[in-house]
Nanobody, 117 residues
Framework: VQLQASGGGLVQPGGSLGLSCTAS???????????MGWYRQAPGKQRELVAT???????TYGDSVKGRFTVSGNVDKNTVSLQMNSLIVEDTAVYYC?????????WGKGTQVTVSS
C-alpha cells in the first residue's frame, strides 16, 4: 500500500489549510480498510493523533484540534482529507497520513505544515 499526500505549506495564524491523502496498491484495489486518518509530529515531540476514521464512520479527534479541524474520508476512493481552520503556531508539525488495512499499519512520508506570521 502506498500513501500519497498533498497540501500543507505555510500559513499565518488564524488561517486555513487542507491536506489530502490517497492510498493505492499495485493491483488497484484496496480492501478491508480498518482505519484512515492523520497524525502529526512537532520538533522535539512525540507523534500524536490528529484525527482518524474507524470502520468508515467512527471519528476521533485529538484534544488539541477539536472544533478546529475536520476529517473526512471516502472508502470507495481510498482517500482521507483534513480541513484545518483557525490554525495556531502550535499546529506547526509534519503531518502523516495513516491507513490501517487488514490490521496492518501504513504511513505516508509526511507533509510540513508551518503556522507563522
Amino acid at each position: 500500500v502506498q500513501l500519497q499526500a498533498s497540501g500543507g505549506g505555510l500559513v499565518q495564524p488564524g488561517g486555513s489549510l487542507g491536506l489530502s491523502c490517497t492510498a493505492s496498491t499495485t493491483s488497484g484495489t484496496l480492501f478491508d480498510v480498518n482505519r484512515m486518518g492523520w497524525y502529526r509530529q512537532a520538533p522535539g515531540k512525540q507523534r500524536e493523533l490528529v484525527a482518524t476514521i474507524t470502520g468508515g464512520e467512527y471519528i476521533t479527534y485529538g484534544d488539541s484540534v477539536k472544533g478546529r479541524f475536520t476529517v473526512s474520508g471516502n472508502v470507495d476512493k481510498n482517500t482521507v482529507s483534513l480541513q484545518m481552520n483557525s490554525l495556531i503556531v502550535e499546529d506547526t508539525a509534519v503531518y502523516y497520513c495513516n491507513f490501517v488495512v487488514s490490521l496492518v499499519e501504513f504511513w505516508g512520508k509526511g507533509t510540513q505544515v508551518t503556522v507563522s506570521s
